[in-house]
């Protein structure tokens, strides 16, 4: 077998475990967490019977272990079952919200990686004289405030004193896709300068690392210009850290979106996860939880095969 | 000159002059904004309402875990579009119950049995006509043994129920002459047959029927132009309900213009809000309140003495200034205000005053070990605020008074009615009765200061089954002095609603029984 099959096989068997590993713990966790879903969706307004009769009704009363097993059947099975809470078929919720999440994942990774390679090339070419300084210190500015500051600024500049874009990102399944996009815009501009500074920074170290070596110098002293050098011979030695850095922020964008999600009133994955958790929706949990685990572990694997494919050195092991 | 604004305003309403040009005339007339768009208000309203447009609610309280099905309800959003779907029985109006499904009803002499007119002639959104067996399957669904419902515990007291032609007919163990107002809980939505087969259909006798529901992010609704009164409400074609729970989120689409009104405008950015040209900011003067609840069955809180002392140190005006920054008044350590009928406005009002504070502590005997009083973000807006004034002025009375801060996630199921000594809150109830059934009596499941008086409870059932008018607000003058002596509840304020509207909607009023006109915004209001 091709080593890189092979290693594939291998994460992926590993990553399998893994979710077996990430979906107890968290069904482990949702077991110590006071109350349960029958107290959470009465609140103030449970009386010993209700309470009774709304447990027996979503199964509360079974031992935990049967609980997980049904769930971990029905998984494996495709069947995601329902949610406790509003009795709707998880996979079709799940489907909805993912695809929400996705689809600003995807913008935002669209304008962010490419924005941020570049200024890291620009940054370095330019190294220590004014336009590295202004794109370190801008982008490094926009990390510096939490997620939420940017957003209620933007906001305020954008939404409330010019009009030019929503509010709150309002996305019906109906809406045409540039409607879609003009309601997400302000969405996408926070994500892209919250993971820009990041990723910018880690192209220019990276560059600048592999800018120390002697071929670089000979590439130079040959006369190549400073654009082709970094461009044919310090990127390509640099696509591996700059790889992991991307796929870090890509799985930021998937899971870590839960507090711009509640600023723009975005119906992703987040939300649901939360307010899952609020009532002790554990099925919903432990689903929405193993898609986030399965979002890390395939990045990563992305990241790790990238990562052998760019150099040879781990492309041909001797 | 106001005159010739008047007579020009009339001119905007009839489509002869724009809103842009009447406010330019009226600047160079010398009046401000806020007086001309005033005086245009005016001559909308004079009007009379508009048909048509699309009324957009941001609105706080809905999850992701919402479900249609009306014995689920308990925030918000779910209760606010189940209204807009379906109709209760009777509905808490502004002044006194509004006839919805049922077209009238009657008490028999000792109020046990009452009799409910199904409206002649109404229907599903379905198509299917309402039955009063569909009422008399509604109310066993909440109120039958296998019931999972919120409203379970208000429907306790029914001995029977039946359908008699088009009347549906309860009784009741103990005459109760406020037995409509509870007819009017959110739950009680009528469904066909129930909502035995398909609880969380959201078909219903409503002014609206629901075309899209997205739970957690947005519901739509469309008019029904077979609802028995859809020429003389629900002026718009659609109405939208989104859930904005962030309140900086909601505060900014109402200012873009993105929805027409938001409820639960943060008191301390209402006075800013409102100072826009285009945002009206709406209170409401309710029932609902924050309270301090200590377990009057535990040490130290099983000594009146002790309640007393606290109940002096605490300065109410302060936590209504600072707390609702003067959105709201002041409580009286009883459940009761000015917003409930038969109100006795002679029960004197307690007095912050740490002299008595301190000589009712010294005279409680107490060890002087920390009194632990519980909170949490989510006990009440600004309930961990409130504990710490509440806790300065107790330091100041020599009462050794503790917070204990607890987590927002479990709150009411372990913390409320569970530890003696907690901040909650109560939305209030339409009548003093419930209220005090709710929380009061003996036997209740949510007395969550264990207040287990006989004759308090003797005073409360003679008081339901009175229907003397005079009577009955002399006894609950009494119950509302006991508690404010000797009870375990300390109230330090009761909390206005505070929604806001864009100046384009007319037509609102306020309705004491909770936000947004009592969610019936959508059916009364128009653009203009």
């Not at chain 1, 939420?148 to 009009?163: D, N, R």
């Amino acid at each position: 077998m091709h080593p890189i099959l092979k290693l594939v096989a291998q994460r992926l068997s590993l990553g399998i475990l893994l979710l077996f590993a990430a979906s107890a713990l968290l069904f482990g966790l949702t077991e110590i967490l006071p109350g349960d879903a029958a107290q959470a969706q009465l609140g103030q307004s449970a009386t010993p019977e209700n309470l009774a009769n709304l447990r027996e009704e979503m199964g509360l009363n079974r031992p935990a272990l049967t609980r997980y097993a049904e769930w971990i059947g029905g998984i494996l099975t495709g069947d995601m079952g329902n949610a406790l809470s509003n009795k709707l078929p998880i996979g079709e919720q799940i489907g909805k919200r993912l695809g929400a999440t996705m689809f600003l994942a995807f913008w935002a990774a669209l304008i962010s990686v490419p924005v941020a390679i570049l200024l890291g090339l620009v940054a370095v070419r330019y190294l220590n004289r004014w336009p590295d300084k202004l794109i370190s210190g801008s982008t490094l500015a926009a990390i510096s405030l939490p997620e939420f500051m940017i957003a209620y600024i933007l906001i305020f500049v954008f939404a409330v004193k010019l009009g030019w874009a929503p509010s709150f990102a309002n996305v019906p399944p109906d809406m045409p896709l540039l409607e879609k996009l003009h309601s997400i815009s302000l969405a996408i501009a926070v994500l892209t300068m919250v993971v820009l500074a990041h990723m910018m920074r880690m192209t220019r170290a990276a560059i600048l690392n592999v800018m120390q070596s002697a071929y670089i110098e000979t590439a130079e002293l040959k006369g190549l210009s400073s654009f082709e050098v970094i461009r044919r011979h310090a990127f390509p030695n640099a696509v591996a850290p700059i790889v992991n850095v991307v796929m870090i922020n890509l799985a930021y964008l998937v899971v870590g979106v839960v507090v711009v999600e509640a600023v723009f009133a975005y119906p992703g994955m987040g939300q649901y996860l939360v307010d899952a958790v609020v009532k002790r929706d554990v099925p919903v949990v432990l689903t929405s939880g193993i898609i986030f685990s399965a979002v890390y572990i395939i990045l990563n694997m992305i990241a790790d095969i990238v990562s052998i494919l760019s150099n040879p050195r781990l492309r041909h092991p001797k | 000159m106001s005159n010739e604004l008047k007579l020009l305003s009339t001119k905007v309403t009839a489509g002869t002059m724009t809103r842009r040009e009447f406010m330019s005339t009226a600047a160079a007339l010398g009046v401000t904004a806020a007086v001309a768009s005033t005086i245009l208000a005016d001559a909308a309203y004079a009007a009379g309402p508009v048909k048509g447009g699309t009324f957009r609610m941001g609105v706080q309280g809905g999850e992701s875990t919402n479900s249609q099905d009306p014995a689920t309800w308990a925030s918000d959003v779910p209760l606010a579009g189940g209204y807009i779907w379906g109709e209760t029985l009777v509905y808490p109006g502004p002044t006194g119950l509004d006839a919805k499904v049922a077209e009238s009803w009657e008490g028999s002499a000792d109020a046990k049995t009452w009799r409910f007119k199904i409206r002649e002639g109404i229907t599903f959104s379905n198509g299917a006509a309402v039955t009063a067996e569909d009422v008399l399957a509604t109310m066993q669904r909440h109120s039958n043994e296998d019931s999972k419902s919120g409203a379970l515990g208000i429907m306790k007291g029914i001995e029977s129920m039946r359908a008699d032609g088009d009347v549906f007919e309860l009784t009741l163990a103990i005459g109760n002459a406020d037995l409509p107002y509870l007819m009017a809980d959110y739950h009680l939505i009528i469904q066909p047959n129930g909502g035995f087969d398909d609880p969380a259909a959201a078909i219903g006798t409503g002014l609206y029927t629901l075309e899209t529901d997205e739970p957690g992010v947005r519901m739509t609704f469309k008019k029904n132009q077979n609802h028995w009164a859809a020429d003389e409400m629900g002026h718009y074609d659609t109405v939208e309900l989104i859930v904005l729970n962030d309140a900086t989120a909601r505060t900014a689409a109402l200012q873009s213009g993105q929805v027409d009104t938001i409820n639960r405008v943060e008191p301390k950015i209402a006075k800013l809000l409102g100072r826009a040209p285009t945002i009206e900011v709406k209170t409401t003067s309710g029932r609902g309140h924050y309270v301090f609840i200590a377990h009057v069955d535990t040490a130290p809180f099983d000594n009146n003495e002790l309640r007393l002392a606290l109940k002096h140190a605490m300065n109410r005006q302060e936590m209504v200034d600072k707390i609702l920054q003067g959105f709201g008044s002041v409580g009286n350590d009883m459940p009761i205000n000015e917003a409930y009928p038969l109100f006795d406005e002679t029960i004197p009002q307690r007095s912050f005053d740490l002299e008595k504070a301190a000589a009712h502590y010294k005279a409680s005997g107490h060890d002087g070990s920390p009194i632990i009083l519980r909170t949490a973000d989510g006990a009440f807006p600004g309930a961990v605020d409130a504990a710490a004034l509440f806790q300065q002025t107790c330091q100041a009375a020599g009462i050794p008074l503790e917070i204990k801060r607890e987590p927002n996630d479990g709150y009411w199921s372990e913390v409320w009615n569970v530890q003696p000594y907690c901040a909650s809150y109560w939305g209030g109830r339409p009548v003093q009765d419930q209220m005090y059934t709710t929380a009061y009596l003996s036997s209740a499941d949510w007395n969550d200061t264990r207040w287990k008086r006989p004759e308090f409870d003797a005073m409360l059932l003679e008081a339901r089954a009175e229907l003397d008018e005079g009577k009955r607000k002399e006894i609950y003058s009494k119950m509302g002095r006991l508690l404010n002596e000797e009870g375990g509840v300390m109230v330090p304020m009761f909390n206005d609603f505070v929604d806001a509207i864009s100046t384009e909607i007319q037509g609102w009023e306020t309705n004491p029984s909770g936000p947004q006109m009592y969610w019936s915004a959508f059916a009364k209001t128009w653009k203009a």
